[in-house]
């Protein structure tokens, strides 16, 4: 996956972030096991654009970047 990629992937998980934080747009609320779950998708995705990032400042292949456990990536101290 280039960064081209994952950009588009983190903007889908955006919206549909949104799309659940909306609701129906009749007042429901949110499913929150899928909010979370995207939620947490969205964090792996976002650790993994900096990881290549990283890798393309220092010289190294990006793709040799790996998406990390979600333990670890909702582990971290912002």
């Not at 096991?33 to 654009?49: I, S």
């Not at 793709?63 to 333990?71: D, I, K, Q």
């Amino acid at each position: 996956m280039n960064d081209e990629d994952l950009l588009a992937r983190i903007q889908a998980l955006v919206e549909e972030e949104h799309t659940l934080r909306d609701g129906a747009g009749d007042g429901q609320a949110p499913d929150q096991d899928r909010l979370q779950q995207v939620e947490e998708r969205l964090d792996q995705a976002w650790d993994l654009l900096r990881q290549r990032r990283a890798k393309a400042e220092s010289g190294e292949n990006p793709n040799e970047a790996e998406p990390r456990p979600v333990s670890e990536v909702e582990g971290y101290k912002q």
